[in-house]
């Protein structure tokens, strides 16, 4: 559903995972620009996986969103100090999330205008 | 639940699947525990089983975001790791709130598949949190900091992913299975190396003797062995011979059982083609010089033979042991004879019996209620027993044995027995037609099986789901297969069901009336024989001829569906079908042989004819009808009741 929501966005490459451990796996082997993280995972917490990239001086900076079905305050702060860029309380409609990680690829050619 | 998106929806397939297997592997386990309480090495075994049972499941339903059923099968892991760590031990308390666990989970997803509201779990986690008590609650993590209690050895296993191992489908996830079937993952985390490589680091615990490196059979992963510190001596424990046990690898592969029904199809039309092919091989014989010919029949031959390989081979992938029917029954009998302040054990013989997957699911309910009725109206209570001199736990044997192309399928008990009279005076008061004299088994059996009979029965919770006597019957002759009773006043009861081992394609008798041939499966033949019409006597409706230590009924083809008989007079061939009261002769003019036919269902309401099963290509052409022997036994019964008055109503053809 994720991936349909995002099939909207044109000329971007796709990876999924289907559990903690291989997002982690994803990120070692790909280069990757940005990470849609749903935070229910079978293995691992997904606030565990957040923690453990922002960890890693190397993904400091990796816009991640996160999508979770819990709306309240607590877990949207929780969220956020472990180092989520955008946090998505589900269900949301496709078009909410095609644009945010638009708008967050968009921020982050600004920022470092390479190509 | 149909979420209309085909992904999502094939994915929630696998989900149901696989919870299924995983919840029907926890009954198992269940009834291990209940019996083991008390007996450390198997009392251990089933916890650690249930334990990776309830895991899974955990798992799985977050997947799907099955949230009640995540919660649950969460809490009863928790509880199932408290009594691995010693926190507390298994009573029987524990025990049932297991077994409630397990059934509460098995009804949220059976309802979240029917899109129907989701049963509470509120009541279940409150006795599961009671069990684990005082022990207070732990966070459960996946990486549950592991006592020094946990036997056999501890490995640290290091997996370093690349993109190159990837592409290859060597992944954290294939590591992290493998590692899993070998032993026990007791932590998983990732690591960032300084150069910033990413590497997995597992925590293993395997038994003793298990050589990590070997089953991990080439998967690049570097493996240390941890020395138990209290044994220094173990550490050095030789590496396992090449044969080690290798249970845990799974080699199972899960198919669509519609993908196997089209290649069963393609099988069929290719019998048929084969069959057509030696009609014009014969043909084309006289025409072909005698060398040649020798080189194309040895080719015929062989291609028959394969293609008789090629058909059982598909069919023996259908196959499913009957075990998966038999696996639930343990706890339905447990529940139900506790309910029924009843003690009942229940014996399962033959589980390894292969069936049809077809006709597995269909038949688990008829069994279900036949193994209910047998705990709720056949076993007495114990006092009852032992005033009989009895024992007072009472048997239930389901047992399952192939016998050719048939399976037979037996529900038996050593309880009352079914009372005759009861059962008449039931019947005459439900209104149904009861023939005068003393009935033999088939008799009473019919009688049960009549629908009206067990209307009140019906509103009683034993028996369940609706599902009566007349529809176990049902059930079973719309498989083709045939139920018998076998009964002894206070020595108990038993339920013979033989069914065909598979559809589809069968061996059939063919039998010829005027032009006409007839199919009649050779499953359900008991015997041919060849009579003198002069010996056929007219009693009221029914022709019948002298036979063994009785007489047996014959239908007429000629005169059932109308047509000319070209028989050499006074000889008719029989079929004899059924057994004892049910038995019964078809007459035909000849017997033509015996063929490897196709069935093909006659579905289509308009062309439905009683006592024709279906339609069959010979391969020359010409269609052939298959009988159906339960629906011409049936029409004998009914005859011979008066039933049907109208001997015109016989004459009904074919379309």
Known sequence: MVRASLQAIESAEFVEASTGLEAIEQLAVTRMQLIVLDLNMPDMHGIDVLRFVRRNAHYKSLPIVVLTTRGDETSRQTAKEAGATTYLTKPFAPQTLAQAVRDLLDAAVEASPRA | ?655
């Open chain 2, 1 to 655: 639940m149909a979420t209309g998106d085909a992904f999502f929806d094939g994915f929630l397939d696998d989900y149901f699947a696989e919870s299924e297997e995983h919840l029907s592997a926890a009954a198992d386990a269940l009834m291990r525990l209940d019996k083991s309480i008390g007996h450390p090495p198997a009392e251990r075994a089933a916890v650690d089983d249930l334990f990776r049972y309830f895991h899974t499941l955990k798992a799985i339903s977050a997947m799907v975001e099955l949230r009640p059923a995540e919660e649950l099968a969460h809490h009863l892991e928790h509880y199932l790791r408290a009594v691995r760590e010693g926190e507390c031990s298994v009573t029987t308390a524990g025990s049932d709130a297991l077994i409630e666990g397990t059934r509460r989970l098995e009804h949220i997803i059976n309802a979240h598949r029917a899109g129907s509201p989701l049963p509470p779990i509120e009541d279940v986690l409150a006795r599961v949190a009671h069990l684990v008590g005082t022990s207070g609650e732990r966070p459960a993590a996946t990486s549950a900091p592991e006592d020094a209690t946990e036997t056999g050895r501890r490995w640290t296993c290091r997996f370093v992913p690349t993109r190159e191992l990837l592409a290859s489908g060597i992944g954290v996830d294939l590591v992290r299975k493998r590692l899993g079937e070998i032993g026990t993952i007791v932590e998983a985390a990732p690591h960032v190396l300084p150069d910033a490589t990413i590497s997995f680091q597992f925590t293993l615990i395997t038994a003793d003797g298990v050589n990590v490196v070997e089953r991990l059979g080439g998967i690049p992963v570097s493996v240390e062995a941890e020395t138990p510190p209290a044994e220094p001596g173990a550490a050095a424990a030789e590496p396992a011979p090449a044969g080690a046990p290798n249970a845990a690898i799974s080699h199972v592969v899960r198919v669509d059982l519609a993908r196997l029904d089209h290649l069963m199809q393609i099988v069929g039309d290719m019998v048929i083609t084969r069959a057509r092919l030696a009609d014009s091989l014969s043909r084309a014989e006289r025409h072909v010089p005698a060398a040649e010919w020798r080189a194309v029949q040895e080719n015929a031959l062989a291609s028959d033979r394969q293609l008789r390989m090629l058909r059982e081979g598909i069919m023996r992938v259908r196959m499913v042991p009957v075990g998966e029917i038999f696996r639930r029954m343990p706890l339905v009998v447990r529940d139900l004879a506790r309910e029924n302040g009843k003690r009942v054990k229940l014996e399962l013989r033959g589980q390894a019996t292969e069936i049809d997957k077809y006709l597995i699911e269909r038949m688990m309910d008829p069994v279900l209620h036949l193994v209910r009725n047998a705990v709720s109206h056949g076993i007495e209570p114990p006092e009852v027993r032992i005033a009989h001199g009895k024992s007072p736990e009472g048997t239930i044997t389901l047992s399952a044995a192939a016998v050719g192309d048939l399976v037979t399928l037996e529900v038996a008990d050593d309880g009352y027995g079914v009372d005759e009279e009861a059962v008449v005076n039931k019947a005459r008061q439900a209104g149904l037609s009861v023939p005068s004299g003393p009935l033999d088994a088939a008799a009473v059996l019919g009688l049960l099986c009549s629908p009206g009979f067990s209307t009140k029965e019906e509103t009683d919770r034993a028996s369940g789901r609706g599902v009566g006597m007349a529809v176990v019957k049902a059930m079973v002759e719309e498989l083709t297969g045939t139920m018998t009773l076998d009964t002894d006043p206070g020595q108990g009861t038993r339920f013979i069901l033989r069914l065909p081992v598979t559809l589809a394609i069968t061996d059939a008798l063919i039998g010829r009336v005027g032009a006409e041939a007839f199919a009649i499966p050779q499953g359900s033949v008991r015997e041919v024989i060849e009579i003198v019409e002069a010996d056929l006597r007219q009693v009221e409706e029914n022709e019948i001829v002298p036979y063994r230590d009785g007489a047996l009924p014959i239908i007429r083809l000629s005169r059932l569906f109308g047509i000319a008989s070209t028989a050499r007079t006074g000889r008719l061939h029989v079929f004899v079908l059924g057994h004892g009261s049910a038995a019964m002769g078809i007459a035909v003019d000849r017997i033509v042989g015996q063929r490897e036919i196709v069935v093909r269902t006659l579905a289509d309401s308009l062309v439905r004819v009683d006592g024709v099963s279906g339609a069959t290509d010979l391969g020359d052409g010409r269609v052939v009808l298959i009988l159906d022997p339960a629906v011409l036994a049936r029409l004998t019964n009914q005859r011979a009741r008066r039933v049907i008055p109208d001997a015109a109503a016989w004459g009904r053809l074919p379309a």
